[in-house]
């Protein structure tokens, strides 16, 4: 899939003080600035007052920015940085306004943020570029599954810029107190070294191209199977497009009604994107298959038939997860995991 180099205006904004945490974490401006930390600190994140800088509550913001012009029908981006060996810690994507990388990044764009404001958590007031928060992984290159949102955003502009948050205290607005520490470093657009720079992957497709009728499924419905009720007709090839927003792989259940063995007359295979390669393995029995797709990606393969499926033939299931969050409750129940689009090649 064709990918896009970060800006070189990306960075860190880092603001620390010995006062309170509202008043480090809430201040408008930052007080500083820094795109060129790979190998000390930390970029992403919060620390404490008995952490890092003695005495000192620090929180730290990394922003990016993409160039999408010229870019048309975006259906899918993953974000990809480059974790540094210290951190590993939580992480969320969120949407700056528009001001962010006017006149390149400022210390002033400590908040910008689309719906940020003091004393408030993020979680239901800015807007969300991940469905879940995402652990950076140390010395590795780390893949962000981007949302709706965000592919919606890469649609309408020249540029897309993503803003990188701790989750654990930032996005939350949670005191992490002396002792509290949830920090990840990353390499930015300056690093001399191409395979370490952040990137934005994307796909585009048809805008005619779209689901079968009765062949469309939320996270929820797949969680409790849903019975596909449009026809699979002989001799065609049929995508089954999956979206993981989950931080963990899922199984995916195909699986005849009655006990039929469709798989008599059906087959599937990976497709020849790349997105199929984000199907891990296949797990064939006597009425289902199993297919384990990987986390936080977009999966697909393609199931055809020498004999007509009549709807109502089969049904799907996914192992999508229900999750609840005492300290999260605006997104406490939901459910994650695969959505799924049957679409007819």
Same mark, same amino acid.
């Given at each position: 899939m064709p990918n896009i180099a970060a800006s070189t205006s990306d960075g860190h904004i880092a603001k620390s003080? /010995?006062? /309170?945490?509202?008043?480090? +974490?809430?201040? /408008?401006?930052?007080?500083? @600035?820094?795109?060129?930390?790979?190998?000390?600190g930390f970029d992403i994140g919060s620390q404490g007052k008995g952490v890092g800088s003695a005495g000192q509550y620090t929180v730290k913001r990394s922003f990016f920015q993409f160039n999408v012009a010229g870019i048309s029908n975006i259906t899918e981006l993953t974000m990809s940085v480059y974790g540094n060996s210290s951190g590993g810690g939580k992480a969320r994507a969120v949407k700056p306004t528009a001001a962010s990388f006017a006149s390149g990044l400022g210390v002033a764009d400590f908040d910008a943020i689309e719906g940020f404001s003091a004393g408030n958590t993020m979680a239901g007031n800015v807007t969300?570029?991940?469905?879940?928060?995402? /652990?950076i992984a140390n010395s590795a290159t780390n893949e962000i599954f981007l949302n709706a949102a965000a592919v919606n955003d890469a649609n309408a502009n020249n540029k897309l810029s993503v803003c990188l948050v701790g989750d654990t205290f930032d996005y939350k607005n949670v005191d992490p107190s002396s002792g509290g520490d949830n920090t990840a470093a990353v390499a930015f657009a300056e690093f001399p070294f191409a395979s370490f720079q952040p990137t934005l992957t994307y796909v585009t497709g048809s805008a005619a191209r779209e689901a079968i009728g009765g062949g469309q499924f939320t996270r929820t419905e797949l969680r409790d +199977?849903?019975? @596909?009720?449009?026809e699979i007709e002989a001799n065609k090839d049929y995508e089954f497009l999956l979206v993981n927003n989950l931080n963990n792989q899922v199984y995916f259940n195909i699986e005849g009604g009655g006990g039929k063995d469709i798989f008599n007359t059906a087959s599937m295979r990976t497709t020849t994107s790349d997105s199929g390669s984000n199907v891990l393995e296949f797990i064939s029995e006597s009425v289902h298959v199993s297919v384990i797709l990987k986390a936080n990606a977009t999966s697909s393969f393609l199931l055809s038939s020498s004999a007509a499926l009549p709807g109502n033939t089969f049904s799907a299931l996914a192992t999508n997860p229900q999750v609840f969050n005492i300290e999260d409750t605006t997104a406490s129940g939901s459910v994650f995991g695969v959505n799924l689009e049957i679409i007819e090649n």
């Open positions: 003080g /010995t006062g /309170t945490w509202a008043s480090v +974490r809430d201040a /408008t401006d930052g007080d500083s @600035v820094s795109n060129t930390s790979f190998g000390g969300d570029y991940t469905d879940n928060y995402f /652990t +199977r849903a019975i @596909v009720t449009g």
